[in-house]
């Protein structure tokens, strides 16, 4: 539970409101979602959200933070298993692209809600953003890579490219491992100088 959310009373429908902001965020875009349209959706009105969440922007930072811990948990999980670093990297990847390609609205809302479009969240969402790339920051410090790979520019560029898919997904063309192996097959042969 978000540590914005105030405390629960007998007819908390905060899990409900935190679905509908994350679906109505990710329709329609955070900006064009109104807190109307929120309260509309849970069938409670506007005034009561607030007795959830102090203004807008908390409740878009509850929602990317159920977001982050939803994906952070998925790839934690599909980690552990693993012990090879490229393999835990692909586990990783995989886990990322199930839960962005399946259109989960909260991960949509992670993915699409930069936090400079945010001004007075920016700093909340920023952390929450970090904290879920550190995942991948760790992954790729644990890889065999050549002297002088820039780790850093490495990450960035792997979970843009993970990111940027949603945009050119087709279902049933491939399956997000086929993608995440693809990518890192890719990477894999410019790194190492591999056919």
Same mark, same amino acid.
């Given at each position: 539970?978000? !540590?914005?959310?105030?405390?629960?009373?007998? @007819?908390?429908?905060?899990?409900?409101?935190? @679905?509908?902001?994350?679906?109505?965020? #990710?329709? +329609? $875009?955070?900006?064009?979602?109104?807190?109307? @349209?929120?309260?509309?959706?849970?069938?409670?009105?506007?005034?009561?959200?607030?007795?959830h969440f102090a203004s807008k922007?908390?409740?878009?930072?509850?929602?990317?933070?159920?977001?982050?811990? *939803?994906i952070s948990d998925a790839v934690?999980?599909?980690?552990? $298993?693993?012990?090879? &670093?490229?393999?835990?990297?692909?586990? $990783?990847?995989?886990?990322?692209?199930?839960?962005?390609?399946?259109?989960?609205?909260?991960? *949509?809302?992670?993915?699409?809600?930069?936090?400079? @479009?945010? &001004?007075?969240?920016? !700093?909340?969402?920023?952390?929450?953003?970090?904290?879920?790339?550190?995942?991948?920051?760790?992954?790729?410090?644990?890889?065999?890579? &050549?002297?002088?790979?820039?780790?850093?520019?490495? #990450?960035?560029?792997?979970? $843009?490219?993970?990111?940027? !898919?949603?945009?050119?997904?087709?279902?049933?063309?491939?399956? &997000?491992?086929?993608?995440?192996?693809?990518?890192? +097959?890719?990477? *894999?042969? !410019?790194? #190492?100088?591999?056919?």
């Amino acid at each position: 539970m978000s !540590s914005i959310a105030r405390a629960p009373r007998s @007819d908390n429908r905060l899990p409900r409101l935190l @679905d509908e902001a994350a679906r109505l965020f #990710r329709q +329609k $875009g955070y900006h064009a979602a109104s807190i109307r @349209d929120v309260a509309a959706a849970v069938g409670m009105l506007p005034g009561s959200l607030y007795y959830h969440f102090a203004s807008k922007e908390d409740l878009l930072v509850a929602v990317y933070e159920e977001g982050v811990r *939803q994906i952070s948990d998925a790839v934690v999980v599909a980690t552990a $298993g693993q012990s090879d &670093p490229w393999r835990r990297l692909e586990a $990783g990847c995989v886990a990322h692209l199930e839960a962005l390609l399946r259109l989960n609205d909260y991960a *949509q809302v992670v993915i699409r809600v930069l936090p400079r @479009d945010v &001004p007075k969240a920016r !700093s909340r969402l920023t952390l929450l953003r970090d904290a879920y790339e550190r995942l991948f920051t760790d992954l790729i410090a644990a890889l065999p890579l &050549p002297a002088g790979v820039d780790r850093r520019y490495l #990450r960035l560029m792997l979970l $843009g490219a993970l990111n940027w !898919s949603q945009n050119w997904y087709h279902e049933g063309k491939d399956t &997000p491992k086929t993608i995440a192996r693809r990518f890192l +097959k890719l990477l *894999q042969v !410019s790194l #190492r100088g591999e056919e």
